[in-house]
């Protein structure tokens, strides 16, 4: 919180990114077409590969994977489909995001 003086992580997707859909209250999934308010789990994780997919890998292409590795599905794929990680909160109150990203050349 923000003034107070006290500060307290409740969640990081890195290290709480799991096998299991709702561990540390996390999802992995897409939002088909981009519509935000669709949110679909993908069905499948890979453990070899530490990544959540499709039934099939590829097309469509979404993955969620460790280590912040998220890749969408294009257009020219099938629909399109926005990866997310999504985070179901157990509490109420405010609270202060923060990221990082990269971004590409």
Avoid at 23 to 51: K, V
Wanted: hydrophobic share 30%; glycine share 14%.
């Amino acid at each position: 919180m923000q003034g107070s003086g006290y500060v307290s992580v409740v969640a990081n997707s890195d290290t709480d990114f799991s096998g299991t859909q709702g561990a540390h209250n996390w999802y992995y999934g897409y939002f088909p077409s981009g519509d935000i308010n669709a949110f679909t789990q993908l069905p499948i994780y890979d453990a070899a590969d530490l990544r959540w997919q499709h039934t099939t890998f590829g097309p469509p292409w979404t993955v969620v994977a460790t280590g912040s590795g998220l890749h969408p599905n294009g257009s020219d794929s099938g629909t399109e489909e926005w990866a997310v990680r999504c985070r179901v909160s157990p509490v109420g109150g405010a609270i202060s995001v923060r990221g990082h990203g990269t971004s590409r050349k």
